[in-house]
């Protein structure tokens, strides 16, 4: 059980460092070839901060484990809300007034409610991901055109570097980080995984709990980073940007991806309970902003206190 644990930490750190290192070398790529910036950090940053997750869904959806695979997406979309957007908030306030915001969180409600229903079906099937893949390239096709149209490639250059920091220039390194990430995060997954599974036959618990609960967060947790220096550093649009980005990315490409590749099928719990609270977490995001609330310490305490109670209760149901 032991050892199970430590593969388990140990695979989530392969997975967090070897999507740092892609995210790294993907941009100075992107930037060597020219390609502009807003492209960069609408697709290359975007689809890099959830490689974890996807690497993790597509690994457990080949080996069969759906639970895992989709228990990681809903329970990531959790916890992005609960702990990205609360624990930042137990160091400084932050706000969900930016500009664009409302409307990505409008998007992001979409895209949950449906998920949810694909959910509601029982089985996540190859059609349903083609669905979701075109509607992630409609969100994206529809934020290029809005930022082309203010005139904002300065404003994407800036979000995207300081989500990123140091970013190679050296032909060398960008080459040594592409390939260090591209072998790490498979292997990483595999890790995972394997170890996720292992400890919830042990622990007699489901692997959708395992899912929604450890494996989520460790996903999390290079959006919980950017976000902790975003809020550190006064930037609070791109805290929460970061998590409603990400939530989006999660069910649009990840779940778009992993069902392509191979369908899976929903769990009861996932279907009866987690989805729902995802869906309550997406609300409430549409509320923070909506009401202009500052996100201090007391929401920041309530809402990580609501995740510890809902980890708690995955295990238990």
Request: with cysteine; hydrophobic share 55%.
């Amino acid at each position: 059980m032991l050892m199970n644990l430590i593969f388990l930490v140990a695979g989530l750190a392969v997975l967090v460092f070897a999507g740092d290192m892609l995210i790294k070398g993907s941009v100075g790529l992107a930037e060597k070839l020219s390609i502009p910036p807003l492209i960069i950090g609408l697709t290359v940053v975007a689809f890099g901060t959830s490689a974890p997750e996807l690497f993790i869904s597509v690994q457990a959806a080949l080996w069969g484990s759906s639970g895992i695979a989709i228990g990681n997406i809903v329970g990531s979309n959790i916890a992005n809300v609960l702990l990205v957007i609360g624990i930042p908030a137990l160091i400084a306030p932050s706000r969900c007034d930016d500009a664009g915001v409302g409307r990505n969180i409008l998007v992001m409600l979409g895209f949950s409610v449906v998920f949810m229903a694909m959910l509601a079906g029982g089985t996540l099937n190859r059609i349903e991901g083609v669905i979701l893949l075109l509607l992630l390239a409609a969100f994206l096709f529809d934020q290029f055109k809005s930022a082309r149209q203010a005139n904002s490639e300065v404003a994407a250059s800036l979000d995207y570097h300081d989500e990123v920091s140091n970013i190679p220039h050296s032909n060398a390194k960008v080459a040594v980080l592409i390939l260090l990430g591209l072998i790490g995060l498979p292997l990483g997954a595999d890790i995972t995984v394997d170890s996720s599974v292992e400890i919830a036959r042990r622990l007699n618990v489901s692997e959708e709990a395992i899912g929604l609960t450890i494996v989520a967060i460790g996903t999390s947790l290079p959006e919980l980073v950017t976000s902790l220096m975003a809020v550190v550093r006064s930037s609070s649009s791109i805290a929460i940007g970061n998590v409603v980005g990400s939530n989006i990315f999660n069910i649009g490409s990840i779940m778009g991806i992993a069902s392509l590749i191979s369908p899976m099928s929903v769990g009861g719990n996932i279907a009866r309970v987690d989805m729902w609270v995802m869906l309550a977490c997406a609300l409430l995001v549409g509320f923070l902003a909506h009401w202009k609330i500052k996100i201090g310490k007391r929401v920041g305490v309530a809402m990580t206190t609501a995740y510890a109670i809902y980890a708690a209760v995955a295990f238990v149901l």
